[in-house]
């Protein structure tokens, strides 16, 4: 029997035993369930900006964590080693809510603020993501998010009030693009919406030569940000050429300056990424 999965919009249907799209949301026992909960591949303390949060907490050090997966397939995946991965094609570390936010809270001796879901995509470890965000809202401490952005509504207002910044991915600002990568825009565009109304937002957009690098394109991505709030830190980030696209040249540094510049006619604070 296939159970629907209600997640993201992807709504995935998904047979007894089988992954969803994500490869981390599976149907067992007739049930969809969290199937890379508590499965960690990567954990460090970052500096908050390189999330990238410039403006929460500036200064401040988080514990980051990712598992593995992703609800989107990005030929140009920056994080291809986890995002495409399986339990059955990597190395997982296994930890509990408790223990995660038991070495939050050790490690704040060190100057760190809390959690921060990253590295793969979160939200496909929605239970995750959510049990050890009521804890950590327990211990005074910190929750943050980078995610795509792609989740659907229900479960992301439930999410939000425990929430305190999100670095949210605006990959385009046309259709055609969000399709070819199996997501969708306004979903995006309505996860930025609903999260500034109850938390920290900053949104990055990936610079891809050929592809969303078009001044036109920038200029109305950023005039809309600016209709939710002109102070919505944009990160103008220059991609390098990974996964499906190592055929591709660097974003020029040159175009990243100038497309910073076309959204700051909009936008307040507009940060240029890895150039």
């Not at 570390?93 to 990253?118: F, H, M, R, S, W």
Request: hydrophobic share 35%.
């Amino acid at each position: 029997m296939r159970i629907k999965c209600e997640i993201c919009p992807h709504h995935c249907e998904i047979a007894e035993g089988h992954t969803g799209l994500c490869r981390a949301r599976s149907n067992q026992n007739g049930r969809i369930v969290c199937a890379n909960y508590g499965k960690i591949t990567s954990i460090a303390l970052d500096p908050i900006e390189k999330k990238p949060l410039y403006r929460f907490m500036p200064g401040g050090w988080i514990l980051s964590v990712g598992s593995y997966g992703c609800n989107l397939r990005c030929p140009f995946c920056q994080n291809c080693e986890i995002s495409i991965a399986s339990d059955k094609t990597i190395d997982t570390l296994p930890v509990t809510p408790e223990a995660l936010v038991q070495k939050a809270v050790d490690t704040t001796a060190k100057g760190n603020i809390g959690l921060a879901y990253t590295y793969n995509e979160p939200l496909i470890g929605y239970e995750f993501v959510y049990d050890c965000a009521k804890l950590i809202r327990e211990k005074g401490l910190k929750n943050v998010v980078v995610t795509n952005g792609y989740i659907c509504e229900e479960p992301l207002i439930k999410l939000l009030p425990l929430i305190d910044a999100m670095n949210i991915d605006l990959k385009a600002f046309t259709d055609t693009f969000y399709k070819k990568i199996s997501g969708g825009l306004d979903t995006v565009k309505r996860t930025i919406e609903l999260s500034a109304k109850t938390c920290h937002v900053e949104v990055t957009t990936l610079i891809i030569p050929g592809e969303n690098d078009s001044e036109e394109e920038i200029a109305s991505l950023s005039e809309w940000l600016s209709g939710i709030s002109s102070e919505i830190p944009l990160h103008i980030s220059r991609f390098f050429p990974r996964y499906r696209y190592l055929d591709r040249q660097p974003t020029p540094v040159e175009k990243v300056y100038r497309l910073a510049e076309v959204a700051r006619r909009s936008l307040k604070y507009v940060y240029t990424g890895n150039c």
